[in-house]
């Protein structure tokens, strides 16, 4: 048994959905469903007793202490956060929550469980906490991709929250010898993918004839890897990485946003052809964010050389199985963004919790 927080988001999700389909080991799913869970994401699982899912805050230390009690994992694994840039400008009360006292609460349940666990059991335990390439800060165009010994140089409230959360976890191996590993991720994308993200909101824009917002001059820089190369490597890392080190995971796939969105405007011009013309004439320049760190760029020899891992996808594969993916489920993106999926949780949770929306 491992217990997963934040599965049912993108990366969590896909992660549950992946691990099930590559192994009988059940899973314990501890997930607040705030805005960005959606258990339609799951919606395949149901009846799947390998699969339970309690609905629940990692900020909750007695809910935390609970779960590990009755079904002592012989890991976790840390997806929950508050992961969108753009909202932590506007709230970033929530992202020091979630992400900073939610993992410190995380960390001290893990600890106590830890500590009591004995021989073969004790051993094998290990803390494995997701993390991002924001932490790092921007690159200038000319500097070499982030390695693992990258200063941390934060700028946005996510980022710095994410990077309080990897100092806390470092913290908790140094002191306490707690086993822990960390990844550093760059962006990723695929399905169930919530459209406040570039790629997925680029999409069901385009689809409903809507303007492309592209934020300054479109130059920044991200670099992408498939949601499932994001969560095999994360199996990989769980299974043979070193404890208390940090594994930077990506796909060295640099571009620029307004690269990103012409080929999603290109590829729906081929599945899904427009009368009015091509799908580029709705790309809007807009605002800037504010802070907008220009450009990420991942270093990611040392899994490759110590683990093993390659990403399966290129780009190129990887945006069209994207952009398929949602042509065949307009429902799901429907239900995103009408928010019914919130009255499904309401119906199966007794509650319409959107406080923290
Ligand atoms: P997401 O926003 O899609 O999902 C986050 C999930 O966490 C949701 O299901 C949400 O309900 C849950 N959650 C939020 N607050 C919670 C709380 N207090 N208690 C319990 N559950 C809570 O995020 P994502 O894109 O899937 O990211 C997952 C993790 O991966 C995050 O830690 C993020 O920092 C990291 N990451 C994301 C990317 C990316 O490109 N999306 C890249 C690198 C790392
Ligand atoms: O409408 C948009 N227009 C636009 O130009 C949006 C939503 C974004 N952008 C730009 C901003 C970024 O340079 O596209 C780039 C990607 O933006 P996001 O999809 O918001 O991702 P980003 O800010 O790079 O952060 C993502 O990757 C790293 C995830 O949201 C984080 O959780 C992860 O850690």
């Known amino acids: 048994m491992i217990l997963v927080t934040g599965g049912a988001g993108f990366i969590g999700g896909n992660f549950v959905l992946d691990w099930l389909a590559t192994s009988d080991e059940p899973v314990i799913n501890l997930d607040a469903l705030t805005y960005a869970g959606n258990l339609e994401t799951l919606a395949s699982l149901a009846g799947d007793a390998r699969h339970v899912f309690r609905r629940g805050d990692i900020c909750d230390r007695a809910l935390v202490d609970e779960l590990l009690k009755t079904y002592c994992p012989r890991a976790i694994v840390h997806f929950a956060a508050e992961s969108h840039v753009d909202r932590s400008i506007h709230g970033p009360g929530e992202f020091v929550r979630t992400n900073v006292e939610g993992t410190f609460t995380l960390l001290e349940a893990a600890r106590a469980y830890w500590s009591a666990l004995e021989g073969d059991e004790k051993a094998a335990f290990r803390f494995h906490h997701v993390s991002t390439d924001e932490v790092y800060g921007s690159l200038g165009p000319d500097d070499a991709p982030f390695t693992e010994t990258h200063p941390y140089e934060p700028n946005s409230p996510y980022s710095a929250s994410k990077a309080a959360s990897d100092h806390l976890v470092r913290a908790w191996y140094h002191t306490y010898g707690m086993p822990v590993v960390t990844t550093n991720c760059s962006n990723n994308y695929g399905p169930y993918h919530f459209p406040?993200?570039?790629?997925?909101?680029?999409?069901?824009?385009?689809?409903?004839?809507?303007?492309?917002?592209?934020?300054?001059?479109?130059?920044?820089?991200?670099?992408?890897?498939?949601?499932?190369?994001?969560?095999?490597?994360i199996r990989v890392v769980l299974q043979k990485g070193r404890l208390g080190e940090t594994y930077n995971i990506g796909g060295w796939n640099e571009k620029p946003n307004i690269d990103i969105v012409h080929i999603v405007c290109a590829l729906l011009d081929?599945?899904?052809?427009?009368?009015?013309?091509?799908?580029?004439?709705?790309?809007?320049?807009v605002k800037d964010r504010p802070g907008h760190d220009r450009r990420y760029a991942i270093?990611?020899?040392?899994?490759?050389?110590?683990?093993?891992?390659?990403?399966?996808?290129?780009?190129?594969?990887?945006?069209?199985?994207?952009?398929?993916?949602?042509?065949?489920?307009?429902?799901?993106?429907?239900?995103?963004?009408?928010?019914?999926?919130?009255?499904?949780?309401?119906?199966?949770?007794?509650?319409?919790?959107d406080s923290r929306a």
């Open 196 to 233: 406040e993200k570039l790629i997925p909101l680029m999409i069901v824009n385009a689809l409903a004839g809507k303007p492309l917002p592209v934020y300054g001059d479109g130059k920044n820089v991200r670099d992408w890897l498939y949601v499932k190369d994001h969560c095999a490597a």
């Open 270 to 285: 081929e599945l899904r052809p427009d009368a009015a013309g091509s799908y580029s004439r709705l790309i809007t320049y």
């Open 299 to 353: 270093d990611a020899r040392k899994i490759e050389r110590e683990l093993g891992w390659r990403p399966a996808e290129t780009f190129e594969t990887g945006i069209r199985k994207t952009v398929e993916w949602y042509l065949a489920n307009p429902e799901w993106v429907a239900n995103v963004q009408s928010g019914s999926y919130r009255d499904w949780v309401a119906a199966n949770y007794g509650d319409r919790d």
